[in-house]
DNA sequence: CCCAAAAACATTAACGATCATGTTAACGAT
DNA sequence: ATCGTTAACATGATCGTTAATGTTTTTGGG
């Protein structure tokens, strides 16, 4: 006839157990200011005794928020969205919020019902790397009026928060290292065409190399996925005495490098691979590269101040932040 | 003087719009069987006109159901975690959860926290890779009466629900690799003592070598984290003959051949590193290493399937899952 | 043609918390 | 002594949805 001893304890038992009403302990719990200092005490103390665990279900459909957070990438099996989403999972926790994780697989269909069960959640806001920019799921997100953060995508003239790294001086950077380590036929190298990331970092690129006096057909430039496709180009680049290569990022140097290892070919003798994002200071069990660094903790962190900003202040003016980078050398 | 315009349709706009009940849409838009074809048809149609989405507080208030999961692990800067993690999403969301994700860091205070965390939202089950057994974390868990799985951890003796590869049996294919392909002095390299897993490894790893006929003095063994503490090792190794090297996981084992072709040894020459998860068949931007297939999609499947079971029917006898491993051999 | 049963919808009461107001008592100032 | 103020708590409504029942209306069997 007794109720469920399972039945986690609610406000109603610690009210019973203290003799004060629901509202009074809810007050109590949350530490307001119009409960006397002991009562909230006593309550408090009861509560933690009673083993209650505010059920965020009921305080977040009463309140309007619910101190969640959703994160949109495309893959967590790429290790460039898996170290940033831990870094924002750090930092939203700091802050109280809770993170739900979707993967769109760079598929805008799934993207769309990951912003729709985003918004089904009632999350506060949204973080996402958006697939494209024609991207469905973001336009929805625009008229849903619910706060988001694009993460290290930038549309020019946009109006939307976002976050995003140097990536023009990145390219330049890069470019520089390698002319300064003496390569004088030099290409880029890209996978995917990346949204502006990938043209802003080929822009700096090609300026550094310009500014060094490197003539335009010592400059290359490919984007392609196809792994015969991308040996041939390497190879083809390689004959003609190209010696420095320029990833579109950490992962694809890799990709590059063990692609170049697998077909007898030596690195960094044959060719200099340099990649972007500076993975490896955040992990440690890769072939060591130069990289250019675009600080991914402080995107992480720069990303949560954002959405918390929009969430307290919905009426801000767009927010849209460059990370500087710079370059971390690695060569023996 | 009229509402906010903003705000999201809810059923009651729908109703409104319709002329039927809050309930009668309620149950139309969950296709119950007591609301005619039509009339449920039309309902669809007019709330998917209004852009109307599913409150999943309000519901999941009401219903004692949130279809949502929590995954907590140690990081996601492995990647063994977050491909995990990302296999695990793709599963959950086919059956219409969430997913929250939750880092421990390998702290058990964090962990804590975290199960707390999980609780308060009121997830329908979590999927944990507990620091330790003697966990708090686990414990609150057991407690707590909520369905959770143990991913890639199995406790002798435990009662908990659990999904885990069978690491004795891929232990002992590691061994049996190295000692067809011609080495007869291994031995084997841990950097954590991941309870249980990295001894069962090694049970099997040392049997197969006993089954073979090498003899304990060329059957090594280290438990290190310490990166010069480890290349102290691999060089007493290397010097006393030991040309055979099995890693406790792929992510350990490139961090080792990092670390020795840094020190200007040669892989496998030298000394030939196997490890264990086969990563390589999610990812493709490292070196090629023979490894151990514990078929991580396998376990995500199993994982989701079995949090599903108990949350149907809690009174479930434990289950736990052995996974089949074996070997893929990327030797030259 | 009556009654039982089913179909199709409506009504009411939760779910567990928080918000906006009430209420009471104590206190100090005038 | 009166009034206003504040401290400390109580009351009632509400968030948006679903579960448990009601209430009609229709249908079919004898």
Redesign the pocket.
């Known amino acids: 006839m007794g109720k469920d001893p399972n039945?986690?304890?609610?406000?109603?038992?610690?009210?019973k157990a203290t003799?004060?009403?629901?509202?009074?302990?809810?007050?109590?719990?949350?530490d307001?200011?119009?409960?006397?200092?002991?009562?909230?005490a006593y309550i408090q103390r009861v509560a933690r005794e009673m083993g209650?665990?505010?059920?965020?279900?009921?305080?977040?459909?009463?309140?309007?928020?619910t101190k969640t957070l959703a994160m949109i990438a495309g893959s967590m099996m790429n290790p460039f969205y898996a170290i940033l989403m831990d870094l924002i999972q750090r930092e939203a926790v700091q802050y109280g919020y809770t993170l739900f994780i979707l993967c769109s697989q760079d598929d805008p269909e799934t993207e769309l019902k990951a912003v729709q069960m985003a918004l089904s959640r009632q999350v506060d806001g949204i973080l996402i790397t958006p697939c494209s920019f024609e991207s469905p799921a973001l336009s929805l997100l625009r008229e849903s009026h619910i706060p988001f953060v694009l993460l290290s995508r930038f549309q020019e003239g946009s109006r939307d928060d976002c976050v995003y790294c140097n990536d023009e001086e990145g390219g330049y950077l890069a470019a520089r290292h390698l002319i300064e380590t003496g390569h004088r036929k030099v290409a880029m190298l890209t996978h995917r065409q990346v949204v502006f990331s990938s043209r802003k970092r080929f822009t700096g690129f090609r300026q550094a190399c310009l500014d060094a006096g490197i003539p335009e057909e010592d400059i290359g430039y490919a984007c392609l996925q196809d792994p015969d496709e991308i040996l041939a180009q390497l190879k083809a680049w390689i004959a003609a005495g190209f010696n420095g290569l320029f990833s579109f990022c950490d992962v694809e140097a890799w990709g590059t490098i063990t692609l170049l290892e697998n077909n007898g070919f030596r690195v960094p003798d044959d060719l200099h691979v340099i990649g972007f994002d500076n993975i490896l200071g955040y992990i440690n069990f890769t072939k060591p590269i130069c990289s250019v660094d675009c600080h991914l903790q402080d995107e992480a962190r720069i990303a949560i101040e954002l959405i918390r900003n929009r969430i307290h202040d919905p009426s801000l003016p767009p927010q849209q932040v460059v990370i500087p980078v710079d370059f971390v050398s690695r060569c023996r």
């Open positions: 039945r986690p304890v609610i406000l109603q038992d610690i009210a003799g004060y009403t629901i509202n009074t302990v809810s007050r109590a719990l949350k307001k200011d119009d409960i006397s200092r002991e009562t909230c209650y665990v505010r059920n965020y279900l009921a305080s977040s459909l009463r309140s309007g928020r």
